[in-house]
């Protein structure tokens, strides 16, 4: 069930918006600030944000903004709702981040339809990196087996060991391997949480640590990282 961040200070409007989009198979948290929606992402990354612009504290400009500063928002499917229509304001919302920008007031069928088309641009995207990080991976150990036999047919003394490649151990804690090992087979926090028995919000501490110690930007740095340094994930079969 994918998750769905509404952000809005019109306890009426997040009332509505929530109820309508999980009548329609969506698990909906609600705030009414861009604060505590940044901070809602910080503990609990949402599967895609829908935010009003005009709010108190921190609009959603500024929300929008810091959020894709984040590592893991850099990538969060983001849709702006707004009483303000006009072709500036829209392109000023694109400008900064924004995926999407709908006016007020919006047909929650219309709102529904929007945030699955993010959803599967998404889920595309993930496909995609993915594919590539395997490709990549499959290019890797082509190129070493024809080093091998290039090394071997020109080697005339006697049979040596087989030597065994082995990257270099990773600067982490036993519980941030654990979780390095599922971010770079492509899993979400939530299936991570779910596969090692901890809250997506410590998944998402053991990540940020990560990217820390590795001075790494985001998820799609890290895999790229692991299949360029040979860290390739341990086989399900």
């Known amino acids: 069930m994918k998750k769905i961040l ?21 698990q909906v948290q609600q705030v009414s ?22 709010m108190p504290e921190m609009d959603g400009i500024e929300f929008c903004r810091r959020l894709r500063a984040t590592p893991s928002g850099q990538l969060m499917p983001f849709i702006f709702l ?35 088309a993010q959803l599967e641009r998404t889920r595309r995207i993930h496909a995609l990196i993915v594919q590539l990080m395997q490709l990549n991976a499959s290019s890797a150990v082509t190129e070493l087996a024809n080093q091998a036999k ?5 080697e005339v003394s006697a049979p040596q060991e087989e030597e065994t490649v082995t990257p270099t151990p990773l600067p982490l804690t036993p519980a941030e391997e654990r979780v390095f090992w599922e971010v770079i087979q492509g899993l979400t926090n939530k ?9 997506p919000r410590t998944v998402q501490t053991h990540l940020s640590s990560i990217l820390n110690k590795l001075k790494l930007g985001n998820r799609a740095q890290l895999i790229r990282f692991a299949y360029e340094n040979g860290y390739q994930p341990p086989s399900n079969g």
């Open 6 to 26: 509404v952000v809005d200070d019109d306890r009426t409007l997040r009332i509505t918006l929530t109820r309508a989009l999980e009548n329609m198979g969506y």
């Open 33 to 54: 600030s861009g604060a505590e929606a940044l901070e809602a992402c910080v503990k609990n990354p949402p599967d895609l944000v829908v935010s009003d612009v005009m």
């Open 82 to 116: 707004s009483g303000k229509g006009e072709l500036e304001d829209r392109i000023h919302g694109h400008s900064i981040g924004a995926d999407d920008y709908l006016i007020k007031p919006v047909n929650p069928r219309e709102l529904a339809a929007k945030i699955e």
């Open 150 to 154: 290039t090394a071997q047919a020109t």
């Open 191 to 199: 299936q991570i949480s779910n596969r090692l028995f901890i809250s």
